[in-house]
């Protein structure tokens, strides 16, 4: 188990360093040092003089990727994609370009994200298996045909349609919760509120559908017609046999997001101004911050290859017949 | 005596308007085994399903009444339906592999019916469950509680199938084709424990099954169904020994048998389930079908109880004599089928075909030490830690005209095999020659070449063409690649030409292979592989998964094409009927290893092996009195552990020490009769 979990950990590395190729190539092709000086400079202040003094604090005033001024081995070391991408895999990941430290940032912010991004995964996954629980306990009836209806109707409509009608319905019209915002120690629990409900009602339709796919597969399957023949009654069958069989395929989608809760959420972060590393990756983008959006996209990398892992691990803890001896 | 079951006049509807089940009654009593027999689409596993009423969603019984116990289930809440189901009724299932729940221990399967049913919870249940699997001949039980059931093998998940079935002490347990997917020995093993078990508890048993073979070894009443009615019913004697209806004795007489010539074929195929019959439903398949056949329904005919059949031949017969009843309306040749020992006719054993016309017995394929392993990698760096030999040294020789078998149980290489030789897998060592050329390391221009020469006939009709390809593509695609015809119209003139041989219309050339029923697939198959004019053919299983009677159908078509092409087979199979029908030379092999090899009749009618003798007796036939039964123990040893020695020595009646430390040398036994072991049965 160990040897398998180090050699998956060994397979990460070159994908991560692929990732920060390709984002350093996506925003370099787009962008260039004089343009992000610019950006952050403001018009009015913008001089030669004043672009070159901004690259070289920065040190955006280096080559790209190679540098042919420089000796030996300086000539790779020596370059903005060393200094600001490879160096992140020593954990270093720089400054911002507001000349705010990115790791100590990182930290505050991972806070506030887990806090909506938590609940919302936890209740999400709840009422999307009971409802499709429920949908397959009632298979074939109206209840089911109404529940799927209501699944695609769900899932047809925008998130955005639930954040800004919630905000208006809720916060703006009957002045339950604020309309966005953060605040200190139980105070949270306010803010968190609407966008919790949100996000999960915004995702229950799709995965309740899907859910209900899975259970009904593994409802057609011989092992339950046995457990039928048993006398066993449809809940116990429900229960006892079909949850956890059905649980292998959901794990695949569901245990891989996990870690990226740490993430947050772009959008819902965005718009109820909540300080979350969510919110923090919209804002470098629009800011053209290279810095923080290599070290988003490298953590955010490193996340998900730890999810895929944690998705391999979990299905040797509910199917017995996977092991590692691969 | 009251029955413990009594079915009358049954009916199941399925969404569709399909109607599986329509009008069957029988009646089953305490301590008698009921066997439901017939092909494919009969209804018959409807009907047990229907009797549990676990049909699938949608599906219900339109009519009839079920009796158990003088307790009518149709009237049953569906909560006391549930008492019934695992308590006095219970019910095992054909697929043992996909049967049981994959991610629960078996002991806690076991339990949860125990729990259901009165039985004992806790401790006491556990020690329960162990009793019952004990009692299914599991050894070590206690630990096996724990086990998941991708750790048993087929047989004993079989056997945790049927301990469940005990659990809740039922009075009447229906078997839906127990032993179908297990192997020959496996299958021998769960249904002596069936017997067993019935006799023990004086349980009363619906058993279903296609094979007639079963039925004659475990029923005492044999109830055979067509199209969704039981069309005859006897007792086992009477009903093997002169079978009634046209439909029971042409499924008697397409079971393949040794040296017969060509085999009895029912035409055509079970009719749909959704359409309304007038008159008999058989009549349309029937060789002695009367106009009155296809306007009249007939009616049962012979005592209730007794030997009673539903076809209008018996109008005006007593059934009283039934031999002079089977001879009366049958055609001359069919009479003396129904001898004394029982249909089958005594023909002297045809004469293999010994005028050698041009080509015959050349040798097409010779074989020598043909090794597959598979490497077993492990840790960090994967290095190999082992292999495992699928194929560990076999030696064969194939002639053009002729048959080899390669027979075995299920895991002991004799697909590997089949597909090295053709290097659809890399061998591992030994040598291939085709036509005198060793196919180690040609070219892959040359490979291709003399693929021509030689193809392979897959198992599964349904898996093995590709569903999204025309039929007409299928075949012509093989030509095509290999150059053979040049031009479209000449290739579509092939193409015809090969489905007319294979007895298919050449119009069904733009079909998809979803259109045609399994044997006809077969036949496609067939023609695809004939399409590049081979010499030699590599038969996997070519109809194991088929009906009887299409079976016989498909055995014909081999048989005829060997004589019009001398093509050389080899025959992969564990079907030792079919293999002792069609094949000249036979191979056993037992894990990766050839034990006894030489010419069928040799071979199969006087087995020197234990293995081979074993194997023999463990298939079940309709002949009275066939051969002695022998059980062996235990399954067969993964090939990643063979035992040293001899591999069969752990399973083996004659083993002695020395089979456990030394591999027999090969030794001939003159006539091409070989064969590998320390301790041979005298000839």
């Avoid at chain 2, 020469?453 to 012509?476: C, E, H, T």
Wanted: glycine residues 12%; contains cysteine.
């Amino acid at each position: 188990m160990l040897a398998y979990i180090l050699r998956r950990l060994l397979h990460a590395l070159p994908i991560l360093i692929g990732v920060n190729l390709i984002t350093f190539a996506l925003f370099f092709v787009v962008n260039t040092p004089d343009d992000m000086a610019r950006m952050q400079l403001g018009i009015k202040r913008v001089t030669p003089e004043a672009i070159a003094r901004w690259k070289a604090e920065r040190g955006y005033d280096r080559p790209l990727i190679w540098n042919e001024k420089a000796e030996g081995l300086g000539k790779a070391t020596n370059t903005i994609f060393f200094a600001k991408s490879v160096r992140m895999f020593a954990g270093d990941f720089g400054r911002a370009d507001d000349g705010r430290d990115i790791a100590r940032e990182i930290r505050m912010r991972m806070g506030p994200s887990l806090a909506i991004a938590l609940p919302v995964f936890l209740l999400g996954l709840y009422a999307s298996v009971s409802f499709a629980l429920l949908l397959v306990f009632f298979r074939g009836t109206v209840l089911d045909f109404w529940g799927v209806a209501a699944c695609v109707a769900l899932m047809s409509i925008s998130s955005l349609f639930y954040i800004i009608g919630g905000q208006f319905l809720v916060s703006k019209l009957w002045h339950l919760v604020p309309i966005s915002g953060y605040g200190e120690g139980l105070d949270v629990a306010r803010f968190l509120a609407l966008p919790v409900i949100i996000s999960v009602l915004a995702g229950l339709g799709s995965s309740a559908r899907w859910y209900r796919t899975i259970f009904l597969e593994e409802i057609g399957k011989d092992y339950v017609r046995t457990a039928r023949a048993k006398g066993l009654s449809e809940l116990a069958v429900l229960f006892g046999h079909v949850l956890r069989n059905a649980m292998i395929p959901i794990l695949t989608g569901v245990v891989v997001v996990i870690p990226l809760l740490f993430m947050g959420s772009l959008i819902t972060e965005s718009f109820f101004g909540i300080p979350g590393l969510g919110s923090y990756t919209i804002d470098a983008i629009n800011a053209q911050d290279f810095a923080v959006v290599k070290a988003m996209v490298f953590i955010g990398s490193m996340l998900y290859i730890v999810g895929l892992l944690l998705t391999d691990i979990s299905y040797t803890l509910v199917d017995p017949r996977v092991r590692f001896e691969r | 005596m009251t029955a413990l079951l009594e079915v009358s006049d049954l009916k199941v509807e399925l969404p569709g308007g399909l109607r599986p089940v329509d009008g069957v009654s029988l009646a089953v009593g305490a301590g008698e085994t009921y066997a439901l027999v017939g092909e494919s689409g009969c209804g018959k596993s409807m009907t047990a399903l229907a009797l549990m009423r676990l049909l699938p969603e949608g599906g219900g019984i339109a009519g009839g009444q079920v009796l158990l116990s003088g307790q009518d289930l149709r009237a049953l809440t569906e909560a006391d339906m549930r008492r019934v189901r695992g308590g006095a009724m219970a019910m095992i299932f054909q697929e043992p592999a996909t049967s049981l729940n994959p991610v629960m221990p078996v002991g806690r399967q076991i339990m949860e019916a125990l729990a259901r049913h009165g039985g004992p919870g806790g401790a006491a249940g556990r020690a329960r469950a162990a009793a019952l699997l004990a009692a299914v001949g599991i050894p070590d039980a206690e630990a096996r509680l724990d086990e998941f059931p991708f750790r048993l093998s087929g047989g004993m998940k079989q056997r945790v199938m049927i301990a469940m079935a005990l659990a809740g002490e039922p009075g009447l347990l229906v078997a839906d084709e127990p032993t179908t997917a297990l192997d020959v020995t496996i299958q021998a093993q769960v249904l002596e424990l069936l017997a067993r078990i019935q006799r023990e508890r004086g349980m009363g048993m619906l058993l279903i099954t296609h094979d007639l073979g079963v039925v004659a070894n475990m029923a005492s009443r044999v109830g055979v169904m067509y199209a969704g009615q039981v069309v005859e019913e006897g007792g086992r004697e009477t009903f093997f020994q002169a079978p009634l209806h046209p439909y029971s004795r042409r499924l008697i007489s397409a079971l393949p048998r040794p040296g017969a010539g060509r085999l009895e074929t029912i035409p055509g195929t079970v009719p749909p389930l959704g359409r309304a019959f007038s008159g008999c439903r058989f009549s349309e398949r029937c060789l002695e079908a009367m106009p009155r056949c296809q306007t009249e329904e007939p009616a049962w005919h012979g005592p209730e109880g007794g030997h009673r059949v539903r076809c209008h031949l018996y109008m005006s017969v007593p059934l009283a004599c039934p031999t002079s009843v089977v001879d009366a309306p049958s055609p001359p040749d069919r009479g003396e089928r129904v001898g004394v020992r029982g249909i089958f006719p005594s023909h002297p054993p045809s004469p293999l075909p010994s005028p050698r016309t041009r080509g015959e017995g050349d040798t097409l394929l010779a074989v020598r030490d043909l090794q597959v392993h598979f490497p077993v990698r492990k840790g960090l760096l994967r290095r190999q830690v082992g292999q495992v030999k699928a194929v560990d040294g076999i030696s064969l020789t194939v002639q053009a005209g002729r048959t080899l078998a390669l027979v075995g149980e299920s895991g002991c290489g004799k697909t590997t095999a089949g597909k090295a030789m053709l290097r659809l897998i890399e061998p591992t060592g030994g040598q291939v020659l085709f036509a005198g050329e060793d196919l180690a390391g040609l070219s892959g221009g040359r490979m291709r070449a003399l693929r021509a020469g030689m193809q392979m006939i897959f198992q599964d009709p349904y898996g093995s063409l590709d569903p999204r390809m025309r039929v007409g593509d299928i075949i012509a695609e093989g030509i095509s690649a290999l150059g053979l015809e040049a031009g479209r119209e000449a290739r579509e003139r092939r193409v015809a030409g090969l489905l007319a041989d294979v007895g298919l219309s050449p119009e069904m050339v733009g079909r998809y292979p979803h259109e045609f029923s399994g044997g006809q697939r077969q036949r496609i198959a067939i023609a695809r592989a004939l399409a590049v004019q081979p010499r030699l053919l590599v038969c996997d299983e070519p109809t194991s998964a088929l009906d009887v009677s299409v079976q016989a159908q498909i055995l014909n078509l081999v048989r005829e094409l060997q004589d019009r092409f001398k093509l050389g087979y080899l025959f992969i199979s564990h079907n030792l009927a079919v293999v002792e029908y069609l094949a000249h030379e036979v191979a056993v092999m037992y894990l990766g290893r050839v034990v006894e090899t030489g010419p069928v009749r040799d071979v199969l009618s006087r087995p020197r092996h234990p293995y081979t003798k074993a194997l023999l007796s463990a298939v079940p036939t309709v002949e009275p009195g066939g051969r002695p039964r022998i059980i062996l123990k235990g399954d067969m040893p993964s090939p990643m552990a063979p035992p040293p020695g001899c591999h069969f020595h752990p399973r083996c009646p004659r083993a002695r020490p020395l089979c456990a430390e030394r591999f027999p040398e090969e030794t001939a036994l003159g006539q091409g009769h070989k064969l590998a072991c320390h301790f041979p049965i005298s000839g």
